[in-house]
């Protein structure tokens, strides 16, 4: 349990603000290893525990594999758990996501995104949430503080939902949020507690009603699992909906479901971001609408389920679509440019992609506006080329 | 009288372009470092003969420090890195120098094994009580009672004891010194790196910065001096009676030192014999 906590402005780091979202969430068990840039998460967590605020379980383990098996055998045994990471980490629990996801207990676990090695860096790139698309994880991505506070508290509520009943992996920009502060409204434990309601266990660790979870499993039962995770994953659209809505009705933010649309009611080209450069593109859009040209502007929150019908609708009034990219499939392009030409799949728009800001690279104003410069050349069919990187050497565009 | 000096006498072991190094005021990484470059030098190792792999943290800049084939890998997997490297190029030296996090949590299985084949390596390990690099967290290594930013109230985990993991493990050279004992130390090293099989040295090592600031010794002056009144220099005892705890005796020296065969020569006598 923890201490009533009242509502209160603070001005935090996007760390700060995730640990702050899982102590208002009254989590039970907390597992976790340090590395840069997550480790405050956990730090600033383990001072509410230090401070008597939360009478959380906080375990140290000695590697992020350990802290994933850890916060699975808790959330079995019925707790409420939570643990971060980031980059290396992330990679190195790769393995525990999947057993997270396909026993079907909804742990969230924010991820600040730092490249992946080699060579090693510290700084945003999403190569390291990106390649765990498959790991049956719900996964989106936070434009500020603010965001990451609130989407802790939604992902408990979207993955304990009896229709979604899977864990949920929010990101957020390693140091453009995780060390930089910004005001951020925090709600009342007691109004938080009210909105997610109490935890209640599908299925729960039980000595006095033994059951085996994750035992060997033979191929007349495996492939109906899948079916029913898949099924799951995509519930969890209409919840991730309901819940922003309700988020919005009782909190005052609203957050638009999968994606928000920003001015592309009547734009000619949109472009696709995701993370902190969508604050750039969103000032990019005013500038450009207010010298006439039609550009609009798709923040893409979630990655995982994909919001195809929502992209899809838009495009069918748009001319020409571009996506950003913080990492890149080799050989293929960006993550999101790969699912948003598959979402598209058959509707003959012109998708450019743009890679920028791979290992920490600044995106800044010129970057963004150059790729609604190309964008809005594409639209024309002038496009020279599928992907553009930006402001990268040895490439000219 | 003002010292100026243009080159560092090791020099030509370093990569100038990449100093200045990182490491804090009052860190015992410097001086564990320059024990092993005074080490190399006198014993004339061939630099173009040697690789120097890290893993993750404070001590795991050390081989990007170097102007030798250097690899800082990833947290942990200094080990297997090397064992991949000595099993292709048997007749490089090869060397591990890493943390105590880095080799004994989250990478502590594979020292284990090395030990146990008698990979021919030596592991030199930067033991500061601590994850220095992340800010001063709880490692395998913090004694009972310290203070860490993960044991506000101090630690109630029973630390590795790692000369006596090594030794157990099977590792035929076994050392340890702190920064303090700089002549000591470096001839260890030298030791070690003459020796055939897995050696190992541990270097006890001030981390002002994370660990000390938080264990009443806030600088790396005050550690050195902690070192000086508790360091027992007790060789050949076993390593099993060496625990560090707080306050207590800081038992340093030379505990193993025997003959056995490396996993490469093992390896070569079977091939041999099944050609027979
Ligand atoms: C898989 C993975 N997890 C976590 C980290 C973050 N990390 C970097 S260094 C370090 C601990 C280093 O401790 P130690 O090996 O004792 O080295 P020191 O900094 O004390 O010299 C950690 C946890 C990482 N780089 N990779
Ligand atoms: S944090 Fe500790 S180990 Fe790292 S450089 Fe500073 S003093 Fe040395
Ligand atoms: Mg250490």
Same mark, same amino acid.
């Given at each position: 349990?923890?201490?009533? &906590?009242? $509502?209160? /402005? !603070?001005?935090?780091?996007? #760390? ?7 102590? +208002? ?5 907390v597992?976790?290893?340090p ?9 600033e ?17 000695e ?28 990679a190195l ?33 999403y190569?390291d ?10 996964q ?5 503080n603010?965001e990451?506070?609130?989407?802790? &508290?939604? $992902?408990? /509520? !979207?993955?304990?939902h009896? #229709? ?7 990101? +957020? ?29 599908h ?5 006095d009603n033994?059951m ?11 492939q109906?699992?899948r ?25 005052g ?25 969508t604050g ?11 010298k006439?040209?039609?550009?609009g ?29 913080r990492?890149i ?20 728009k ?10 920490g ?13 190309i ?12 992907i ?10 | 009288m ?15 372009d990449?100093i ?5 005021p ?5 001086t ?34 170097l ?5 800082h ?28 996090g ?41 004694p ?21 993991v090594?030794?157990?493990s ?14 000591r130390?470096?001839e ?16 006890l ?50 505990f ?21």
């Open positions: 349990m923890i201490q009533k &906590i009242d $509502a209160k /402005k !603070m001005v935090v780091t996007g #760390d700060y603000a995730a640990a702050y979202g899982a102590l +208002l969430c009254d989590v039970d068990v597992a976790a290893y590395i840069t840039p997550q480790t405050i998460i956990v730090e967590f383990s001072t509410f525990v230090n401070d008597g605020i939360t009478d959380a379980e906080f375990i140290m383990v590697s992020e594999h350990s802290a994933m098996s850890a916060c699975i055998a808790a959330q079995a045994a019925g707790a409420r758990t939570f643990t971060a990471t980031s980059s290396q980490g992330l629990m790769h393995e525990m996501l999947s057993i997270a996801s396909a026993l079907r207990l909804p742990i969230v676990m924010p991820v600040v995104n730092r490249t992946v090695a080699a060579p090693i860096g510290i700084w945003c790139e190569n949430t990106m390649p765990q698309r498959d790991s049956g994880w719900l989106m991505s936070c434009e500020d603010q990451v506070l609130d989407m802790i &508290i939604m $992902a408990y /509520k !979207m993955g304990e009896k #229709d979604v009943l899977l864990p949920v992996m929010p990101a +957020l920009d390693a140091f453009i949020l995780s060390h930089t502060v910004e005001p951020v409204d925090a709600p009342s434990s007691d109004e938080v507690l009210d909105f997610i309601s109490h935890y209640k266990p299925a729960i660790l039980d000595p033994p085996a979870i994750g035992t060997f499993t033979p191929p007349e039962y495996i109906e699992l079916y029913q995770h898949h099924v799951a994953m995509n519930n969890a659209r209409k919840v991730i909906k309901d819940v922003t809505k309700e988020f919005a009705q009782k909190f933010r609203d957050y638009h479901g999968l994606i928000e649309a920003y001015k592309c009611d009547d734009a000619e080209v949109v472009l696709i971001t995701m993370g902190t450069v750039t593109a969103r000032d990019i859009v005013d500038e450009m609408r207010a006439g040209k039609k550009v502007l798709i923040k893409l929150r979630f990655y995982r389920p994909f919001p195809i019908e929502e992209i899809r609708k838009i495009a069918e009034n748009v001319d020409a679509i571009g996506v950003y990219d990492s499939s080799y050989g293929t392009g960006g993550p999101m440019f790969i699912e948003t030409k598959n979402a598209l799949y058959g509707m003959e012109p998708v450019v992609n743009f890679l920028a800001g791979l290992g690279r600044d995106v800044v104003k010129g970057d963004v506006e150059k790729m609604f410069e964008l809005l050349k594409a639209k024309e069919g002038e496009a020279k080329e599928e553009y990187w930006i402001n990268t050497r040895g490439v000219s565009i | 003002e010292i100026e000096a243009k080159h560092h006498p090791m020099d030509k072991y370093l990569r100038a990449r200045p190094h990182i490491w804090c009052g860190c015992g990484l410097g564990a470092l320059n024990c092993f470059l005074y080490a190399l030098e006198e014993l004339n190792i061939d630099p173009d003969n040697l690789a120097v792999v890290s893993g993750i943290g404070c001590t795991g800049r050390i081989a990007g420090y102007n030798v084939d250097s690899y890998t990833t947290h942990g997997r200094a080990i297997p890195f090397a064992t991949g490297l000595k099993l292709a190029k048997p007749d490089m030296k090869v060397v591990v120098f890493s943390g105590d880095d080799l004994f949590a989250i990478g502590g299985n594979h020292f284990i094994h090395a030990a146990r084949r008698n990979m021919d390596m030596t592991v030199l390990c930067v033991n500061n009580y601590n994850y220095g690099m992340t800010g001063g967290q709880l490692a395998p290594t913090t009972m009672e310290a203070r860490t930013t993960t044991s506000p109230y101090g630690n109630l985990e029973h630390p590795f004891n790692l000369c006596h090594a030794a157990a099977g590792a035929v050279y076994v050392a340890r010194w702190t920064t303090l004992h700089v002549r130390l470096k260890s090293i030298k030791e070690a790196l003459n020796k055939k099989g897995f050696s190992f040295v541990e270097i090592s001030p981390c002002p910065t994370a660990y000390g600031r938080r264990n009443r010794s806030p600088t790396g002056l005050d550690m050195m001096k902690y070192y000086q009144e508790h360091s027992v220099i007790k060789h050949g005892i076993d390593p099993s009676e060496a625990d560090i705890e707080i306050g207590g005796d800081i038992i340093v020296g030379k193993v030192d025997i003959e056995k065969p490396t996993f490469n020569e093992m390896v070569k006598e079977l091939i041999e014999k099944a050609r027979k």
